[in-house]
């Protein structure tokens, strides 16, 4: 079990980070040019975008890599990263993986009793 959290956290902070810099992209774009806030409807907290699309993907590959050594910290550092990107950047086509396979890596790392056969 803690292999597969390391995997799929690992796997969902590198997409995470996808998702996160198109999101910081788009905020920043909306910020210089104003008139496409008119157009798209703009965003509601774009400082919250900018800060997740940064600390989630960290803390899910942090989590991803301290899987098999400290699952229960790792399974809290993969739930708060899943639950941050389902915050910020809601439930959608692009967010499904990422946020499915951290909150699957959090519950699997929390889930682990003892160490995986090696």
Known sequence: MRNAALILGIIGGLWGMIVGLFSFGYT??????????DITGGVANPALI????????ILAIAGGAMA????????VLLLVSA??????????VFTMFPIAMCAV??????AARKPDPH
């Not at 890596?105 to 929390?110: H, I, K, T």
């Open 28 to 37: 920043e774009l909306l910020a210089r040019f104003r008139e496409l806030e």
């Open 50 to 57: 900018r800060a997740t699309s940064l600390v989630a993907p």
């Open 68 to 75: 098999r050594s400290q699952n229960v910290a790792a399974g």
């Open 83 to 92: 639950a941050g990107m389902q915050l910020a950047f809601g439930f959608g």
């Open 105 to 110: 890596a959090g519950l699997l790392a929390l």
